[in-house]
């Protein structure tokens, strides 16, 4: 349950104006501490259905999944950086890459 919460925190995170401070994000934190704590207080986490993932951000790379190319910082480097390595073959050796 806590995988299903964090990458739905990831989600609103990315989608939702307010990131982080948005409404469906506390509500996941707070269902994120009843998963946690599940074996000292018996009390479930329960996800909501508002709160269920319906499309995830291209960089967290769900390819069975209907996904959206993200906006934000973490999407534009995920691309830059998928981008880079399209164009580039590294061999074995650490730190060595050739551009192609």
């Not at 995830?56 to 999944?65: A, I, L």
Request: a neutral charge; glycine letters at 4%.
């Amino acid at each position: 349950m806590t995988a299903i919460i964090a990458n739905a925190h990831t989600v609103f995170a990315d989608k939702e104006p307010l990131k982080a401070m948005s409404e469906p994000w506390v509500e996941l934190a707070h269902q994120f501490s009843f998963a946690v704590n599940f074996n000292k207080t018996g009390v479930p986490a329960v996800i909501p259905p508002h709160l269920h993932v319906k499309e995830y951000p291209d960089f967290m790379e769900k390819p069975d999944k209907p996904t959206y190319q993200s906006h934000n910082v973490i999407g534009k480097l995920f691309r830059e950086v998928k981008d880079t390595v399209l164009h580039t073959s590294c061999v074995k050796s650490p730190g060595v890459c050739m551009t192609s």
